[in-house]
């Protein structure tokens, strides 16, 4: 395949390709239909398939038994190859670094299944957690260094295996190029040459490298949604790096007139310097010092307040408000951005999948057949009456075969959940009369017009009741909570609750009462109900399990319309918060593994004595009580708490002066004031991100009825029995219809409805809806000709081994 076709491709992996299938493996099956799942199965020999090389594969190409075998084999490797294409797309790799030949492919694909993904994964967090055992370690988790070194290089290893087969596959150019791979690459050779010297010389040393370990994790394959995250934090710095610069002005212009208003007062220590001026007014934007920063020159002057007053004014309400703005509107711009790109990238990746599945004689649509041949790749767990239904839905036409227009909605068909149209089977028509019975029973109750409010009434007593035990409980704990979860009220409402969800379960039956989430909620609540109430009533000091009783309470909230936008709005952002808790816990890493490497081995206790912080660091005998001297480097778990402490900001000056003073250097402040500004910057795109998800869902709501939702939701496909016969032309429609289950009589038809999960992703699809009209536009105006020449002029891998196979015949 010619050099054209390519655009970049990320490490990222493809979580379905466990068909590593070589050539010959291709041709072997050449004369047998192969089933979805024989194409999956034939996925684990990867070593075979290593030691195989393309002249071998090529002999074996010679020794196919007709023109029709080749074609056919052929055929299977346009399929292989387009699946690839339409998971780059979907995964918004580029495609540079797409596989050139057959060659390749092994090496490609045995790195981007989900078995080395989760491989790599494991090593990753591996590396992570051996933190705790190496020096500083925490006692009880403390292993010899030739363990733990032992485990680096092992885990190293699993890493570096990735890195080599992707250089086997992309070259040393292209690896070199690509910034993550290369950053990773790097990486991995200095921790591995430090894992080394640690073992030769059975000792630690100075290992700040360690901070560099969650880089592995952040390329794994599942840390899709951190890579965003981390991707987009790095696109907003330049705003926000133009703000912090006009705010650190402010600073350094307030920190010299506080140096000449107050540095020649003795009794102000806060001004002494223009260093420790700064210092003190960078405190005093998290409001940590105040007022006693300004206590002082207070006391000289209540005219002095002017200058504290001004500064807060300026520096925190106003320009830190309007850093926030400015994040918002950077981040907007952005999120909308990355639709952008990755819609036109998806189109792409159909567009170049899209030239390798038409016919010879027709460049301008794909059969059913070619389509069927992609899926067993793309979606080799779909069925078939799915793969028919979602051909059948792209086919907008009618014509039976799809056009470039029609195909590259692809990705919106394929994620379709298909089911027959018309009203849902109850679960009990079906069922013994004694579940019958329950069934009826359980349907009239839940259909009753007051059965909600019941539940909503019981729930709010539950709630009532538990006030009026807390205003009544015991001064001993145990008895207490006794009191609250194991009383015989409790029994009452955990008893209701289980009745309740009894009548759900046989109204909806057990599928579709799971199906709500709302309702998976009430019944692991109220399972936590009851066992709670058995244990307390066990062991009565297990006293926090009384918090199981009011949980039912949220239920409450479904009610009104606010909270049920909240409610929503939290559910879309989850990916994303998680994705930022993941953010927020590997920076929490780096820094952690600074600190220790800097602060470990200094001793906080006594250590401040005539200084600003001395208070705080007396032991018990001295008669110290805030016993700050505890919060300590020295170990990982520790630090962890050190740096929530600092993210907290309150009195984080006084740990930030403490290690200042015990270790003697001024410059160890610069630790605290970075780890404050990096988190800063990173809560603040968290809570534009907040802000932005919500005023989406607010709009989407406004701008969305009850119809257009359900209509953008479902689709509805109609198959008519004449159809079989024209996408399976050598079967009989009968057969077909009851092998792949549509349920279809002669010369009728039926529905089915196609729905879709109510993502981020659906709703930007609806409110972007013109900009997606203008941006196509621009696509086919200005790249579709450039992008439609190197299609046509790229060769696929099969015609590379067609040559290769006509050669070898004239050899012969």
Not at 54 to 74: F, I, M
Not at 202 to 211: D, E, G, K, P
Not at 483 to 498: E, K, N, P, Q
Request: charged content about 20%; some cysteine.
């Amino acid at each position: 395949m010619s050099r054209d076709r390519g655009g970049d491709i990320s490490t990222d992996g493809y979580n379905r390709f466990h068909d590593v299938t070589g050539v010959s493996r291709l041709l072997s099956d050449s004369g047998r239909q192969r089933t979805p799942t024989q194409v999956s199965n034939e996925g684990t020999e990867f070593d075979e398939i290593l030691q195989q090389d393309l002249v071998t594969n090529d002999l074996e190409l010679a020794q196919l038994n007709s023109p029709q075998d080749e074609d056919k084999a052929l055929w299977e490797m346009n399929y292989h190859e387009a699946a690839i294409f339409l998971e780059e797309g979907e995964n918004n790799d580029k495609f540079d670094f797409h596989p050139k030949n057959p060659a390749a492919l092994p090496a490609y694909l045995i790195v981007h299944s989900s078995w080395y993904h989760s491989l790599d994964l494991a090593a990753s967090i591996v590396l992570l957690v051996l933190a705790l055992a190496e020096s500083p370690a925490i006692p009880q988790f403390e292993l010899p260094i030739l363990v733990h070194g032992a485990i680096e290089l092992v885990a190293l290893i699993v890493i570096g295996i990735e890195q080599a087969m992707k250089l086997r596959w992309l070259g040393w150019k292209p690896f070199l190029t690509h910034k993550r791979t290369a950053i990773k690459g790097l990486t991995l050779i200095i921790m591995v040459v430090e894992a080394c010297v640690v073992i030769v010389r059975q000792s630690s040393h100075f290992r700040v490298t360690r901070a560099l370990r969650p880089i592995f994790v952040i390329d794994n394959k599942y840390s899709g949604g951190v890579r965003r995250f981390v991707r987009q934090i790095l696109q907003s710095l330049p705003p926000i790096l133009d703000m912090l610069g006009m705010i650190m002005l402010m600073v350094a212009l307030y920190s010299l007139l506080g140096l000449f208003l107050f540095g020649l007062d003795k009794d102000d220590s806060y001004f002494s310097s223009l260093p420790i001026s700064f210092v003190s007014l960078f405190v005093l934007l998290t409001t940590a010092n105040f007022p006693d920063v300004m206590m002082p020159s207070y006391a000289k002057s209540k005219w002095n307040s002017i200058f504290f007053i001004s500064y807060i004014s300026i520096v925190l309400y106003l320009l830190m408000n309007l850093l926030l703005a400015v994040v918002y509107e950077a981040f907007t711009s952005i999120e909308k951005d990355k639709f952008r790109k990755l819609l036109l990238h998806k189109r792409e990746g159909a567009k170049r999948a899209f030239s390798l599945l038409v016919g010879p004689g027709d460049h301008s649509s794909v059969t059913f057949r070619r389509f069927s041949g992609l899926m067993k790749y793309f979606r080799p767990k779909k069925s078939r009456r799915d793969v028919l239904l979602t051909f059948k839905h792209l086919d907008v036409s009618g014509r039976g075969r799809l056009t470039l227009s029609e195909f590259v909605q692809i990705y919106e068909a394929v994620n379709l959940r298909w089911a027959p149209n018309g009203p849902e089977q109850v679960w009990f028509t079906s069922s013994q009369s004694s579940w019958r019975l329950f069934g009826k029973a359980a349907a009239t109750i839940f259909d009753w017009v007051h059965f909600e409010r019941v539940v909503f009434f019981t729930v709010v007593l539950n709630v009532l009741v538990m006030a009026f035990r807390i205003f009544g409980t015991t001064t001993i704990i145990e008895h207490s909570a006794v009191s609250l979860i194991a009383s015989w009220d409790t029994v009452i409402f955990a008893g209701l609750f289980i009745v309740e969800a009894c009548i759900r379960c046989g109204a909806l039956g057990i599928t579709r009462y799971f199906a709500s989430g709302w309702n998976c909620y009430d019944f692991a609540s109220t399972l936590l109900l009851v066992l709670s109430m058995t244990i307390v009533s066990l062991y009565p000091d297990m006293s926090f399990l009384v918090l199981s009783r009011p949980l039912r309470i949220i239920r409450v909230f479904k009610v009104k319309k606010r909270f049920r936008d909240v409610f929503g709005t939290l559910l879309l952002m989850m990916p994303r918060m998680s994705s930022a808790a993941t953010v927020l816990l590997l920076l929490y890493f780096t820094f952690g593994i600074i600190g220790m490497e800097l602060f470990s081995d200094i001793e906080l206790k006594n250590c401040c004595v005539n200084s600003t912080v001395e208070s705080y660091y007396l032991g018990k005998e001295q008669g110290g009580v805030a016993l700050y001297y505890f919060i300590s480097f020295s170990d990982l778990l520790a630090s962890g708490v050190v740096l929530f402490h600092l993210s907290v900001v309150n009195n984080w000056h006084v740990t930030m002066e403490g290690y200042a003073v015990a270790s003697g250097n001024g410059l160890s402040r610069l630790f605290f004031m970075l780890f404050n500004l990096v988190t800063m910057v990173v809560f603040t795109i968290v809570v534009a991100s907040i802000l932005g998800a919500f005023r989406f869902r607010i709009q989407y709501k406004e701008q969305t009825s009850k119809a257009e939702e359900r209509h953008m939701l479902s689709v509805e496909v109609i198959l008519h029995w004449e159809e079989l016969a024209i996408f399976f032309p050598k079967h009989s429609p009968s057969f077909i219809a009851e092998e792949i289950g549509v349920g279809i009589t002669h010369g009728g038809s039926t529905s089915f409805i196609g729905t879709r999960a109510r993502t981020t992703e659906v709703l930007q699809m609806k409110m972007y809806k013109d900009d997606i009209t203008k941006w196509l536009a621009d696509e086919e105006e200005h790249y579709s000709p450039t992008l439609n020449s190197r299609l046509l002029q790229a060769e696929p891998w099969s015609s590379n081994l067609r040559v290769t196979q006509s050669r070898q015949r004239l050899a012969s």
